[in-house]
């Protein structure tokens, strides 16, 4: 039974599952908000650029090492929800390339 709730557990937190990206609409609006709050003066509205590089598409990883500071980019501080809601945002905005960082393609 403990295993059963554990792999239910798994599947229901990760948001890959076999070919498809399970991209909840509510965490691609509050990720959208929070991009737009901490996010979009340098990447742009749609993330496609600016003063910092396309971020279309990226990872949670990728945000979670961003926010830490990287290169020319200052540290922003974002906790573990807002981190995963603004990738999810950002892999809605170019789903094909979120698969083929995640191996999915």
Do not use: W
Not at 31 to 56: F, S
């Amino acid at each position: 039974m403990r295993l059963l709730a554990t792999l239910l557990l798994v599947f229901v937190s990760c948001p890959v599952l076999a070919d498809h990206l399970l991209l909840p609409d509510d965490e691609i609006k509050a990720g959208q908000v929070l991009y737009m709050k901490k996010c979009m003066r340098c990447h742009g509205k749609t993330a496609e650029g600016g003063n910092g590089p396309d971020i279309q598409g990226i990872l949670y990883k990728d945000v979670v090492a961003a926010a830490d500071g990287v290169e020319n980019m200052r540290k922003v501080t974002l906790d573990d929800l807002e981190a995963r809601q603004i990738a999810t945002f950002l892999m809605s905005l170019a789903p094909d390339q979120a698969r083929t960082r995640l191996g999915l393609q």
